[in-house]
């Protein structure tokens, strides 16, 4: 397991035919987006599974002050799958909060939906779909 902060990302991009099978295959990712600290000089982010996965002109910032951090990132559709982006599209999701103070190894993660087996089983995934929307200008 992951021993640090982080946010851990969980997609299930396969044909909607095998979105939700509990198995990872190809089109199931886990990434992580890990912020600047004392352990990392700059902000990472890694894909964990599929091991050697490499994200094409992903981007990734992050900020730290005091007890808070945060983390920005940038993931080209085509760097994930060649498939289409449409309106409609259902794709498995998941978002995973790791915040490791030190000593506190119970209270280590903040799970959106699914459980602490996402890394092994893309069931747990919710189900998000995509839509058309215009850009705001603010």
Same mark, same amino acid.
């Given at each position: %397991?992951?021993?640090?902060?982080?946010?851990?990302?969980?997609?299930?991009?396969?044909?909607?035919?095998?979105? &939700?099978? %509990?198995?990872?295959?190809? &089109?199931?990712?886990?990434?992580?987006?890990?912020?600047? /600290?004392?352990?990392?000089?700059?902000?990472?982010?890694?894909?964990?599974?599929? /091991?050697?996965?490499?994200?094409?002109?992903?981007?990734?910032?992050?900020?730290?002050? &005091? /007890?808070?951090?945060?983390?920005?990132?940038?993931? %080209?559709?085509?760097?994930?799958?060649? !498939?289409?982006?449409?309106?409609?599209?259902?794709? &498995?999701?998941?978002?995973?909060?790791?915040?490791?103070?030190? $000593? /506190?190894?119970?209270?280590?993660?903040?799970?959106?939906?699914? $459980?602490?087996?996402?890394? +092994?089983?893309?069931?747990?995934? !919710?189900?998000?779909?995509?839509?058309?929307?215009? +850009?705001?200008?603010?």
């Amino acid at each position: %397991p992951w021993m640090g902060d982080a946010v851990e990302l969980f997609l299930d991009l396969r044909p909607e035919s095998e979105l &939700g099978k %509990p198995e990872y295959g190809p &089109g199931v990712y886990q990434i992580f987006a890990v912020p600047a /600290d004392s352990i990392h000089n700059k902000p990472m982010l890694r894909v964990w599974q599929p /091991d050697g996965h490499y994200l094409d002109n992903a981007q990734i910032a992050s900020i730290a002050t &005091g /007890d808070f951090w945060a983390v920005e990132i940038s993931i %080209p559709w085509k760097s994930l799958t060649e !498939s289409p982006v449409h309106t409609g599209r259902a794709i &498995g999701f998941e978002a995973v909060l790791d915040d490791l103070d030190e $000593g /506190d190894y119970a209270h280590r993660q903040m799970i959106w939906r699914g $459980g602490a087996e996402n890394w +092994r089983d893309p069931s747990l995934f !919710s189900r998000l779909i995509l839509v058309d929307h215009p +850009r705001r200008r603010f």
